[in-house]
Antibody
Framework: QVRLMESGGGVVQPGRSLRLSCAAS????????MHWVRQSPGKGLQWVAV????????YHADSVKGRFTISRDNSKNTLYLQMNSLRAEDTAVYYC????????????????WGQGTLVTVSS | QSALTQPASVSGSPGQSITISCTGT?????????VSWYQQHPGKAPKLMIY???NRPSGVPDRFSGSRSGNTASLTISGLQVEDEANYYC?????????FGGGTKVTVL
């Protein structure tokens, strides 16, 4: 079955960096676009970034553009989120999510989500 | 402030029908078919309930349905059940981004 497992979260000081990973299994990872979505404590969902199935095309939310970078390694079935210059407002549970369709483009819907990893930005 | 507007809460008794609205603009909800709905129980990951405005993934009960009129999408739950108590989020494509609504808490009375 499809499984997504995030890791790499933790407590980090403002201005520092962190890299999240998402290990995928149970589906042909290299044929699906992937997303990162976050949720601040007690708040709603906020989309962070998407990457195409081959990694050549990616988009980031304005709130993280220039600070966060989504990437993937299809040989390792792993999705990444490099987070630099972290701010208090980046504190959230970060979910990786699989795009709905096996396609060269995006469906902008996610049918499988990981359980999330908590990132806390605090001094 | 969220990009898409949802009511903060909706409630209903078991067996009743409720509808959650999601209002955007013609640049998102009203401009294409990439509108989705997610259910999230406390402490759990979101679950896809509706995609492309009105399509149900396999395994989602048919009491969940989606529709759209102009710039407002709607999720209707017919025959409300206790397990439907959760938070619901709409999302829509907008200019190479994905935007979410602020979420609606559904309470089963």
């Amino acid at each position: 079955q499809v499984r997504l497992m995030e890791s790499g979260g933790g407590v980090v000081q403002p201005g520092r960096s962190l890299r999240l990973s998402c290990a995928a299994s149970g589906f042909t990872f290299r044929t699906y676009a992937m997303h990162w979505v976050r949720q601040s404590p007690g708040k709603g969902l906020q989309w962070v970034a998407v990457i195409s199935n081959d990694g050549t095309n990616k988009y980031h939310a304005d709130s993280v553009k220039g600070r966060f970078t989504i990437s993937r390694d299809n040989s390792k079935n792993t999705l990444y989120l490099q987070m630099n210059s972290l701010r208090a407002e980046d504190t959230a549970v970060y979910y990786c999510a699989k795009d709905l369709y096996s396609s060269d483009w995006y469906s902008w819907s996610s049918d499988y989500w990981g359980q999330g990893t908590l990132v806390t930005v605090s001094s | 402030q969220s990009a898409l507007t949802q009511p903060a809460s909706v409630s209903g008794s078991p067996g009743q029908s409720i509808t959650i609205s999601c209002t955007g603009t013609n640049s998102d909800v009203g401009g294409h078919h990439y509108v989705s709905w997610y259910q999230q129980h406390p402490g759990k990951a979101p679950k896809l309930m509706i995609y492309e405005v009105s399509n149900r993934p396999s395994g989602v009960p048919d009491r969940f349905s989606g529709s759209r009129s102009g710039n407002t999408a709607s999720l209707t739950i017919s025959g409300l059940q206790v397990e439907d108590e959760a938070n619901y989020y709409c999302s829509s494509y907008r200019s190479s981004n994905l935007v979410f609504g602020g979420g609606t808490k559904v309470t089963v009375l």
